[in-house]
């Protein structure tokens, strides 16, 4: 077992209690599925396909905004419309190489970013989100990314 998959299963156990190994590896595949979709979904510009990963209550907190935890979107339809503003602001927007760490209900995704800017600036950021789960969908997408500076 590599220290990665240690602190994972550390991390498992602390917010979920003890469960037997074959529910945690049923729950982990629907989880890890739920979460290929839902990146799939980004890169396809697809935002009902992103609505259908996310819970009636979701939550969707951006990495930039106002406010400590960045813009704050409450519900689908404010969820939705931000998403769109994404695809609106980045044409060509990617999230390459996702990669996830599974802790019960929640998860960790990480991705590299790419896109352009409709005034042609061109954007390469390393990111994560941490999400929460409720009943097999994403009730909170919490968004961070490096900041490059020129």
Known sequence: MTRRD????????????????????????????????????????????????????CVFEAAAGPDVAGARHVG???????????????ADARWNQPRHVIAGNR???EWTFTGTTKDGARVEVNGCDIFTFTGGRIALKNSYRKQRLA
Do not use: I, Q
């Not at 729950?27 to 697809?46: C, I, P, V």
């Not at 939705?80 to 609106?88: C, E, G, T």
């Open 6 to 57: 240690a602190l994972t299963a550390a991390a498992a156990l602390t917010l979920t209690g003890p469960r037997p190994a074959d529910a945690r590896d049923a729950s982990d595949a629907a989880t890890r599925k739920l979460l290929d979709d839902f990146a799939a979904a980004w890169n396809r510009h697809d935002v009902e396909g992103l609505m259908a990963c996310m819970a009636p209550d």
């Open 107 to 109: 998860a960790v995704s």
């Open 76 to 90: 689908p339809e404010a969820v939705r419309r931000a998403y769109a503003a994404v695809f609106a602001t980045y």
